[in-house]
């Protein structure tokens, strides 16, 4: 079971943190992900984009 004076100091510390850099972080860190993903989806499909790229421009020089 957890002592309370180490809750209290948790909880201390906790307190002391602004809401402001929470939301700062939360944002920051959720930017960062979104990019992160989106460039390793990107890395994984460019070999399959590299096939595919030659027979959509020869389809679309056919118009």
């Known amino acids: 079971?957890?002592?309370?004076?180490?809750t209290s100091t948790?909880?201390?510390?906790v307190r002391k943190v602004p809401?402001?850099?929470i939301s700062v972080v939360?944002?920051?860190?959720?930017?960062?992900?979104?990019v992160e993903v989106t460039e390793y989806l990107s890395l994984?499909?460019?070999p399959?984009?590299?096939l595919l790229?030659?027979?959509?421009?020869s389809i679309l020089l056919k118009q």
């Not at 948790?10 to 510390?13: I, L, P, R, S």
């Not at 939360?26 to 979104?34: E, H, M, N, P, R």
């Open 48 to 50: 399959m984009l590299s």
């Open 10 to 13: 948790t909880t201390k510390a």
């Open 26 to 34: 939360s944002f920051v860190l959720q930017i960062f992900a979104a």
């Open 53 to 57: 790229l030659p027979i959509a421009r």
């Open 44 to 46: 994984r499909n460019e």
């Open 19 to 21: 809401l402001h850099a």
């Open 1 to 6: 079971m957890v002592s309370s004076s180490a």
